[in-house]
């Protein structure tokens, strides 16, 4: 087993961080650009590189939208039979590109085609991966042998169904390899960007006629019925709300303000609202300007997933309610008596 000294070897020699960009149609997916944000600050942490991977058909001029989020080395694999999405060509591709890079840190989105390839990668490799991640940092680890390691990835995701934070690491194998829940980073450009280095890579070399044995026909995309996490406004329910009609009520100050409806877990589980409009660690991690939080306790499993809101307003009969402790404004009462109250004052207001 090695030491903390030849682990901080091997690290010297793996000193890159690689993101495996989502590209559909020739659109890089949000969650591949909030990775890139994330990306840059680690890299900028551990004094490195930041890479990215683009693996499509059309790729041309890809690298400059990467570049403004932080890439500073782009691998482009651009050939006409890797769009769309095909797990056995992509998978090929990107354990060939680690292989030739020996990236540290590998980071996946924790969508569908994540959750399908990084597994494979990671298997390929003998890596580890964590899985959903809602936050990653560098820190050190001592273990109970006495070794040291140095600038690990900390891997956090809730664990036992939300009831914990796990923090994970991997001290001796390499790639670190993680993937990251859609929304729970930030999403943002380099105030500067710098042309990034594009490294062409030949698909040929890594493909094999066996990689191509699923054809796809035809594809049909269904669009997202209910997307919360791009919504400005979020008029969100928990338990307390205490029945799916009395949900009704939130759609209809949704409706006045131009917003969406959230939830929480337990108003899910109650069958409240759409496990679509989960909102927390188990669900979707939102930032947006309004918050209004009506009958939710805010225990930490709903809070990590709003709490980044620029204003937070919650509506409780508890004025103990966790939930206040965050929030901006914090109304005391039945939301029965106070939404009717809100829609009507706003719509008076508004005309």
């Given amino acids: 087993m090695p030491t903390g000294q030849n682990n901080k070897t091997k690290q010297n020699k793996m000193n890159n961080i690689l993101v495996y960009c989502e590209i559909e149609g020739g659109k890089v997916a949000d969650v591949s650009l909030e990775l890139l944000t994330k990306g840059r600050g ?11 991977l683009a693996i499509g058909e059309k790729l041309t001029g890809i690298e400059k939208e990467l570049a403004n989020y932080g890439a500073d080395i782009v691998h482009v694999a651009d050939d006409a039979r890797l769009e769309p999405f095909r797990t056995l060509p992509h998978a090929a591709i990107t354990i060939g590109v680690i292989k030739a890079e020996q990236p540290q840190i590998v980071l996946f ?4 085609v994540g959750r399908d390839l990084a597994p494979r990668v990671s298997s390929a490799l003998k890596s580890g991966l964590t899985a959903d991640c809602t936050s990653l940092e560098i820190g050190d680890h001592s273990d109970t042998k006495g070794n040291t390691y140095k600038n690990l990835l900390y891997q956090i995701r809730p664990a036992f169904g939300g009831n914990i934070i796990a923090t994970i690491i991997n001290p001796e194998h390499r ?17 500067a960007p710098k042309a990034a280095e594009v490294r062409k890579v030949d698909a040929k070399q890594y493909l094999s006629d066996t990689d191509f044995v ?11 019925k209910i997307d919360i996490k791009g919504a400005g406004i979020i008029v969100s329910g928990g338990y307390g709300v205490g029945s799916k009609d009395n949900f009704k009520l939130l759609f209809d100050l949704a409706a006045v303000l131009g917003g969406e409806v959230g939830a929480s877990r337990a108003a899910v589980d109650a069958g409240f ?17 309004l918050y209004i939080a009506c009958g939710i306790s805010g225990q930490i499993q709903h809070t990590a997933g709003m709490d980044q809101s620029a204003m937070v307003i919650s509506i409780n009969t508890d004025a103990d309610a966790p939930i206040n402790q965050i929030a901006d404004y914090a109304m005391v009462g039945d939301l029965n008596e106070i939404i009717p109250k809100i829609i009507k004052s706003y719509k008076e207001n508004s005309k």
Wanted: glycine residues 8%.
């Fill in 42 to 52: 680690l890299a900028a942490q551990l004094g490195c590189r930041l890479e990215a």
């Fill in 109 to 112: 989105g924790a969508t569908s």
């Fill in 175 to 191: 790639p670190q390899m993680a993937t990251v829940r859609e929304g729970v980073m930030k999403k943002e450009p380099v105030n």
């Fill in 214 to 224: 699923v054809e796809i026909i035809e594809q049909h995309i269904e669009e997202r």
């Fill in 273 to 289: 609202a759409d496990h679509a409009r989960q909102v927390g660690q188990t669900g979707v991690t939102v930032r947006p300007k």
